[in-house]
């Protein structure tokens, strides 16, 4: 959150400084022109850019506001480069070396502000991530040192697991505890999203072990080579308190990588409710005339991190064909689902108000197919990593539903498949991505052998 506080104040004191320094730069001469739009679109762009390339590694106030500097006067230049081919080049480069400055001086202050509220706040106890962590009792005594030298630092230690003490303590003021289930208790009870495994080489079946009881946990578990700064090498590795961090199961990461994929999702979904809205109400009367009942069924269904929410479709069956507190597959011939229903069903017209879970931010138009509450509690044990599938939003369409697992899964086989195939989109998603699978449905069309 805080990275995405400094991004968008960048890009705001970026367009503060353009502002004023055309005032400046122009303020006795001609307005200016179109061009000079334009070149100012391409400086936005170029620091965005050049900025991506720099986001996964923030690091330390001093570090993460020279690298942003350093972006925009890169992107400055490239633009001064490029704009003195073009006519009044010189009253540009005057706005130009204005917006340079002033824009420079606007992050710097912004970013003091930022910091040292940020550090206030921190200091104060407020803003802080709560890490538990597997290793040594002397390693947590460590971490816990370096964490009390640090009072602005992101996180503060909870819990320790050493399994080799005799009995269970307090390390440094922190309880550290010998076993494993009494440990995950503690963890959820003290509400701890961070576990961080502390040099495993020793101890490989331990990892399997952790990664295994928090699997139905929203926890981001992340290996530490160990607390002596030893560098590693790429992909996966971040910077917690100046040590590598080599990350197992996180959440992927957010701010404004996937700002395009959330404006992307809110414009398509007002534009297919709208476009769509004829054919939907066609659909609404002919659920009502198919038989008694709302036209609409929600349902709740897990969204992005567990949390629950109410996703909507046109009534395929008969009021009252599931039993309260248990939730049966739809299969073949099943005398539950009307005749307008299995029209629905077999074409998927029926997830077309989804479009409004979509447009509320509860799914994404492509993501994978959340499932009934009561299915994910049933195959969360006999799927591996099948709870990762909602680190990030559910969709309406996805990677496994064009590659045909789609509908019904009447064995756990196909379910595994089907989690493979959205755990390969999770780690490779782009917005290219999208698009194709996007693309691939509406040319192969919603309907599946499977959906019943």
């Known amino acids: 959150m805080f990275s995405l506080a400094l991004k968008i104040g960048d890009l705001s004191m970026i367009v503060a400084g353009a502002l004023i320094a055309r005032s400046l730069a122009y303020s006795d001469t001609a307005p200016p022109s179109h061009l000079d739009d334009l070149f100012g679109l391409l400086a936005l762009l170029a620091f965005h850019l050049l900025g991506v390339r720099r986001s996964r590694h923030s690091g330390g106030a001093v570090r993460s506001t020279s690298r942003a500097l350093f972006a925009w006067l890169a992107a400055q230049l490239a633009v001064a480069l490029v704009s003195s081919k073009y006519p009044h080049a010189d009253l540009r480069g005057h706005w130009i070396v204005f917006w340079t400055g002033l824009t420079a001086a606007l992050m710097l202050m912004l970013r003091f502000v930022l910091y040292a509220v940020l550090h206030a706040l921190r200091n104060r106890g407020y803003g802080r991530t709560p890490v538990a962590i597997v290793g040594r009792a002397e390693q947590g005594r460590e971490l816990a040192a370096r964490l009390a030298s640090k009072r602005g630092a992101a996180f503060s230690l909870e819990l320790i697991l050493d399994t080799a003490l005799e009995r269970d303590t307090l390390v440094a003021q922190v309880p550290a505890v010998r076993q ?44 530490v080579p160990a607390l002596d700064g030893r560098a590693l090498p790429e992909p996966a590795i971040v910077d917690c308190l100046g040590m590598p961090v080599l990350n197992v199961v996180a959440a992927p990461e957010r701010g404004l990588r996937v700002l395009p994929k959330a404006v992307f999702d809110r414009l398509f979904a007002l534009c297919a409710l709208i476009g769509l809205a004829p054919l939907m109400t066609a659909i609404a009367l002919a659920v009502k005339w198919s038989s008694p009942g709302p036209v609409f069924f929600r349902q709740s269904r897990k969204g992005m991190n567990g949390e629950v929410f109410s996703i909507y479709k046109f009534r395929t069956m008969y009021q009252g064909a599931d039993r309260p ?64 599938r909602y680190r990030i939003k559910p969709g309406i369409t996805g990677w496994a539903q064009v590659n045909g697992y789609r509908g019904e899964t009447e064995r756990v086989e196909k379910m595994a498949a089907r989690v493979m195939f959205d755990i390969h989109y999770i780690q490779h998603w782009t917005l290219g991505f ?19």
């Open 434 to 452: 999208d698009l194709k699978i996007i693309g691939m449905t509406l040319v192969h069309g919603f309907a599946g052998s499977n959906a019943y």
């Open 180 to 223: 494993l289930e009494p440990f995950a208790q503690l963890v959820r009870a003290h509400r701890v999203n961070e576990l961080w495994i502390i040099d495993a080489r020793d101890d490989a079946a331990s990892v399997e072990q952790v990664v295994d009881m928090f699997r139905d946990d929203f926890v981001n578990i992340r290996i």
């Open 325 to 388: 507190g248990k939730v049966t597959q739809a299969s073949r011939n099943d005398t539950r689902i009307t005749r307008i229903g299995r029209f629905l069903r077999s074409t998927s017209l029926d997830e077309l108000p989804q479009f409004i879970n979509v447009l509320k931010g509860e799914m994404s138009v492509v993501g994978p197919r959340p499932h009934a509450v009561e299915h994910d509690e049933y195959y969360k044990h006999l799927v591996a990593h099948y709870m990762y």
